[in-house]
């Protein structure tokens, strides 16, 4: 009688075994052999097309200069998901976002300073019955943008790209960018500047659009499912001033 391997398994039961494993599990199953790969890859493509609908989650947006401690957050609503670049890995897809509001931001630059910077922060929250009451709320991806003065006048031209919050480029920002007047201070003289000084500059920046690799929302999503059971009848009270 010959010995049978879990390869030899039908693809049903295969599948069925597979399918209620967290997306890390199944990254780590991948590894396990070609067979396994298939299986685990096919559904977690399933599973990546599945979280364009958060269900009753929502992600929300944080954006904010350092100095703010504290800024409201922003709802943002699916508009797509698929790869960059033609990368058609499933390392390589990204969830596209859109905003119930389109935030805005001002960048005042002052004279040789290079960069200004933004916090950015994304999560997957469920809310409760009342403003500013959430039910859950899980950590996606996080970082620094620094926001250069070369890149704020290419991108005032048309010329920007996403500007990535993280070195994995996990979390990113496409904005409008608009060049606005910087008003001298009332009664303020007028000062000869040595020709190589970049001068002060000020911008005005529209969110246009949110990118997040999908594989970090559906980890966020899986640990949020997990931290439901714990989380039975408690609250997260978070509260914008």
Known sequence: MSCRTIDSLPNEILDALLAPLPARTLATAALVSRRFHEAASACLRVRLLQTAALGTRELVLECHAPSERRAPST?????????????????????????????????????DELFAQLCVGVSVVQRGPA???????????DGVLRVWRTWL??????????????????????????????????????????????????????LEELLVRTTQVLLALDKATAQDGAQTGKAIIITSY
Do not use: H, I, N
């Open 131 to 141: 403003r500013g009451l959430f039910m859950s709320y899980t950590g996606v991806g």
């Open 153 to 206: 006048s290419d991108a005032a031209a048309g010329r920007g790209d996403v500007l990535w919050a993280d070195p994995w480029k996990s979390v990113g920002l496409r904005f409008a960018v608009e060049p606005m007047v910087l008003q001298e201070p009332v009664g303020a003289l007028p000062r000869r500047r040595p020709v190589s000084d970049e001068p002060a500059v000020k911008y005005r920046l529209r």
């Open 75 to 111: 709802s943002c609503r699916s508009s797509g998901m698929g790869p960059l670049v033609g990368d058609a890995r499933l390392g390589g897809w990204y969830s596209r976002f859109g905003f119930e509001e389109t935030p805005e931001r001002e960048v005042l630059l002052d004279e």
